[in-house]
């Protein structure tokens, strides 16, 4: 079993829709988590961290169940520009470790 | 620019070269991370360093793959004698440790794009 893994995507949805993205961790030692998203032949970028309470920005609305150990993405509104794929990402060891899923590619149709 | 900063953007070589790849991390940081990614695959742990001292290395990293930082600022990638599996981006990252257990997020460089042939 790999230590992330995310819906396998593709996710095509019409502009507007409202899509999640779900992602697991197998460490129960994990203790940070980020969503970052790339672009086509691009490096990632930092879209948000998830922190244990839940939190917001904009559209964006990220979820973490450390029972379950499950985070979650929610895009609502969604916009051409939001077409890449979402990477979920888990720290552990305060910093020194970072492990990628395979990320979640979504486009988004006019 | 102070973000990350990697060259070449792009490398061909043909199998059985060695080639050398650069990466330039955001000043103040003091972690230094490299990945791999193929294509449809999320960035795979090659190694980290803390300043000048590499403390991890992934089994991904064969006996052909080594990489230094010797002033704990630039590093330097080198893979020899490369193999057509070996075809991939190679993606330089750093981040900040703080006080205590802070620490930054990665911040990514454009990365290397190596074709071997």
């Known amino acids: 079993r790999k230590e992330v893994e995310q819906d396998p995507g593709p996710f095509n949805v019409p502009e507007g829709a409202t899509v999640a993205f779900n992602c697991t961790y197998s460490?129960?030692?994990?203790?940070?988590f980020f969503w970052y998203r790339q672009d086509c032949r691009k490096e990632p970028k930092l879209l948000m961290s998830v922190y244990s309470s839940g939190n917001e920005d904009g559209r964006f609305t990220a979820q973490l169940n450390r029972a379950s150990q499950y985070i979650s993405l929610l895009i609502r509104d969604s916009k051409l520009s939001d077409s890449a794929t979402y990477l979920c990402?888990?720290?552990?060891?305060?910093?020194?470790?970072?492990?990628f899923g395979p990320g979640t590619r979504l486009s988004v149709l006019p | 620019d102070t973000g990350v900063s990697q060259n070449p953007r792009h490398k061909i070589t043909k199998r059985g070269q060695n080639v050398t790849f650069r990466c330039d991390p955001i000043s103040e940081h003091n972690r230094l991370y490299w990945y791999r990614q193929t294509l449809g695959q999320g960035p795979e742990f090659l190694t980290y360093f803390q300043n000048e001292a590499q403390l991890e290395k992934s089994r991904l990293l064969s006996d052909r793959f080594s990489a230094e930082r010797p002033k704990g600022s630039f590093s330097t990638l080198e893979i020899q004698r490369t193999e057509q599996g070996d075809s991939a981006m190679y993606l330089c990252?750093?981040?900040?440790?703080?006080?205590?257990?802070?620490?930054?997020?990665?911040?990514f460089g454009n990365g290397t794009r190596l074709t071997v042939t």
């Open positions: 990402v888990v720290n552990y060891n305060y910093g020194q470790n970072f492990v």
């Open positions: 990252a750093s981040s900040l440790e703080g006080s205590g257990v802070k620490f930054t997020p990665l911040h």
């Open positions: 460490n129960s030692a994990s203790q940070s």
